[in-house]
């Protein structure tokens, strides 16, 4: 659990970056509906819950210089006894200031009217234009009520800026207790893995792996996925975000399962590809055993000053010169490399950042470098090959043999540490699973 000392910790850290004449405004996440009157459950936007700690929707955070401390102003829904009878609790202005350490808390009704004042003598907003356009319209209205009190001798901010970029650098590197949740979403994960493997069945349908993972899920106290859970089988193996789970697993199947859960809002992020009737096949084998290696290779290269390229190249090496030993490519392995031969079966990256998102923020690449790496980020490693039967060309032995390999590893002071081990991968390993 993130402690409300930590999230204020990291409003002092933004507000020290921005400098003492910029001001900071966060919007909450609005309500999405999912048909009709009926809501998705609701999820914070993961900026605004970084620096607030704060689950409610209808809120707007602003921080802003104030002496030698920040100022936190929350604006939020007032306390109502019949919404809360419908909808559950509120913490209004009183719990925003005790439960999250706001140092002033307004009804949100009030926005409009109080936002010119608080934003009168700041030279810079620091607010991400153009993904709430409700509150958009609530910000120039507001700026065009400070231009017409210039003869007042009002001061109107000279410029908007977008905080996004400082605020997904401070999130790239995880604090211990960050950490610690992102290592329980993995164990929680990896026991979903290994129950969907052990009730796999040819003849079952793919949904009903994707309710065991739920079930593994929720049982443990992670009550979302992080991301829409991916049960392929068959064919649907080379379909990399495949969503519709619901097709029937045929005996000679493999099956690919990319899913992880949400715990207390960090993600965990794994894929494991296994034969539906617990035996790999010869040729399933073969391909594998390459991206088993180029995923071992890839990680390996996890520590701290290296690139963040270098599990990419890794990978792509291993897994090129196994596609040539396989028939699949035929030339030079460097010049195969240089043209991208491998595309047609291996089209993504090497993985990707992991936190409150999935798909976590911070830059990959700046000034056309790839970035180093540094302890507590967090990311994936995740080859694959993918042999659809509708590439042109494939022999039908590899007819919809589609592999791919994810871990989760956090960069530590001395190299790395696989937050998702403890999920079987070898080919004797899974296959023993399978076979308890």
């Avoid at 460097?334 to 079966?345: S, V």
């Amino acid at each position: 659990m993130i402690k409300m000392t930590e999230f204020a910790k990291r409003r002092k850290q933004l507000i020290q970056k921005i400098g003492s004449n910029g001001i900071v405004i966060l919007v909450a996440a609005p309500i999405a509906i999912r048909n009709n009157d009926c809501a998705y459950f609701y999820r914070q936007q993961s900026d605004f819950y970084y620096l607030t700690g704060f689950e409610e929707p209808d809120a707007v955070a602003i921080l802003l210089p104030h002496k030698k401390n920040e100022k936190f102003i929350l604006f939020n829904r007032t306390r109502d006894r019949e919404r809360e009878i419908w909808d559950g609790f509120r913490a209004g202005q009183e719990g925003a200031c005790k439960h999250f350490g706001a140092d002033e808390a307004y009804p949100i009704e009030a926005l409009a009217t109080r936002l010119p004042e608080i934003l009168e003598d700041h030279e810079c907003i620091h607010y991400a234009l153009g993904l709430n356009k409700s509150f958009d319209a609530v910000l120039m209205d507001s700026l065009n009520t400070l231009r017409g009190r210039v003869r007042r001798g009002s001061e109107s901010p000279l410029a908007i800026v977008d905080p996004s970029h400082t605020i997904h650098e401070m999130r790239l590197i995880k604090s211990s207790a960050e950490i610690a949740l992102m290592r329980k979403a993995a164990e929680i994960s990896v026991d979903a893995h290994i129950r969907a493997m052990q009730f796999c069945k040819p003849g079952m349908n793919e949904y009903q792996l994707d309710a065991e993972l739920s079930h593994e899920f929720q049982r443990q106290g992670a009550r979302f996925t992080a991301y829409h859970s991916i049960v392929g089988s068959g064919a649907n193996t080379c379909i990399l975000h495949y969503h519709n789970n619901n097709q029937v697993i045929q005996n000679q199947d493999l099956v690919l399962i990319d899913a992880g859960c949400e715990y207390q809002y960090y993600a965990s992020d794994i894929t494991r590809t296994f034969p539906a009737n617990g035996t790999f096949s010869a040729d399933q084998r073969a391909v594998y055993d390459i991206v088993l290696a180029a995923q071992e290779a890839g990680i390996h290269t996890i520590k701290p000053g290296a690139s963040w390229i270098a599990a990419q190249q890794a990978m792509v090496k291993i897994m090129t010169q196994g596609l040539i030993e396989l028939g699949l490519l035929k030339g030079k392995l460097a010049t195969l490399i240089e043209e991208r031969a491998y595309f047609p079966f291996y089209m993504h990256h090497s993985g990707h950042w992991l936190g409150l998102d999935v798909h976590d923020v911070g830059r990959y690449k700046a000034l056309d470098k790839w970035r180093t790496l540094e302890p507590g980020m967090v990311l994936t490693v995740e080859p694959g090959i993918y042999l659809s039967r509708d590439i042109p060309g494939i022999p039908k032995r590899w007819h919809n043999i589609g592999i791919r390999i994810e871990d989760d590893i956090l960069v530590t002071e001395t190299g790395h540490d696989v937050l998702t081990k403890r999920l079987p991968k070898k080919i004797k390993e899974i296959e023993g699973l399978m076979a308890q």
